[in-house]
């Protein structure tokens, strides 16, 4: 496992829980033209080709006929699949379920759905009396098509492009913005942080994050595996597990602080973001498996306190799983083709032939 992983994780959900390790610009418009979008800002993005942007808010719109509304429930028809499904199709706890609308008189905003009965048409519940309308959009959560972390080509100041495999209507809704400067790194050590906090920072105004992993200790049933109690016994498959320790580590600007304590709780409020991102997030692996276990939450605490900057520290381990396939010159070797013997009654005696 490899800090990068984290860091591009990081960088990826970040975003889109808090504003406090990015540079965040509004999107003026979104378009897609078979497999590119185009990204239009309200300001310079300063980003060059092959940099990434994280881009969140958009929403897929479904165009819509007509609606209609009668005792407190309005029926929309579309034109094209709506891609709704019906509330009865969900469990209790996941319910109620709700659509957007836009573009409408009387049926802006979000309602509770109430039945689909067809790809074309779904019903939902509206306040007030508002009249029949014709037009608007249906408002779709977008995951990975628009939204995402996103390599772009730049096309000119404040305007840039990536590549999508969806098939999204155009342009996007929604208030739409992106993550164009991440303040989101990696260090070989916790004592080079601070140097590079120190030369990079704007002023020392900015939050930073910085990933440095840690030990990564083999297991064997439960017991390290310098134990000579966990050897290998024979006919005994290799099987190990490894705790991959890395740490996270936070560091904002503290000169208008005289205890620290409020810098400290704003860091603490960094944690809900931070379990969004990786907490129980399985991440690729280099060994036979080649994924490994879900991510673990250990601790968070003060790391350090300098007057000028407060650095907090959360703590993560994933375990992997070392096998006989990852071990020195493993082979399968050549499987039993065939049997033959000849057996003596009572004594047993035999002749055995093998290929």
């Keep these: 496992m490899k800090a990068i992983q984290v860091v591009n994780r990081l960088k990826d959900i970040l975003p889109k829980y808090t504003d406090d390790f990015s540079t965040i610009i509004n999107v003026s418009s979104l378009t897609r033209a078979g497999s590119t979008i185009t990204c239009t800002t309200a300001t310079a993005h300063n980003l060059e080709t092959g940099n990434y942007a994280t881009i969140r808010g958009a929403r897929e719109p479904i165009a819509i006929t007509t609606i209609t509304f009668l005792n407190g429930i309005a029926t929309a028809t579309c034109p094209l699949d709506h891609k709704l499904s019906d509330p009865s199709l969900f469990s209790p706890a996941n319910l109620p379920l709700y659509v957007e609308i836009s573009g409408t008189t009387g049926y802006n905003g979000a309602w509770e759905l109430v039945k689909v009965p067809s790809k074309l048409v779904f019903t939902f519940k509206v306040s007030g009396s508002p009249s029949n309308y014709s037009g608007g959009f249906l408002l779709l959560e977008d995951q990975e098509g628009y939204n995402g972390y996103k390599q772009i080509t730049k096309i000119d100041a404040t305007s840039f492009s990536y590549t999508t495999t969806g098939t999204m209507l155009s342009p996007a809704q929604g208030t739409i913005k992106a993550s164009t400067g991440t303040r989101i790194d990696y260090s070989a050590t916790p004592q080079r942080i601070q140097d590079h906090y120190s ?157």
């Design 199 to 355: 030369a990079n920072a704007s002023g020392l105004l900015e939050t930073w994050l910085y990933v440095v992993m840690g030990q990564n200790q083999a297991f064997n049933d439960d017991n390290i595996v310098g134990d000579a109690s966990s050897a290998k016994m024979k006919n005994q498959d290799y099987f190990n597990t490894t705790q991959q320790a890395f740490s996270l580590f936070v560091i904002i600007p503290s000169k208008t602080s005289i205890l620290g304590g409020d810098i400290a709780d704003t860091a603490r409020g960094y944690l809900v973001p931070i379990l969004k991102a990786l907490a129980n997030y399985v991440f690729t692996s280099q060994l036979s498996d080649q994924y490994s276990q879900s991510c673990q939450y250990v601790a968070n605490e003060s790391d350090d306190y300098i007057e000028a900057t407060y650095t907090h520290r959360f703590d993560f381990t994933v375990k992997n799983i070392i096998q006989t396939t990852d071990t020195v010159d493993f082979n399968n070797g050549v499987p039993i083709q065939r049997i033959e013997g000849v057996f003596e009654n009572e004594n047993m005696d035999y002749d055995l032939n093998t290929r």
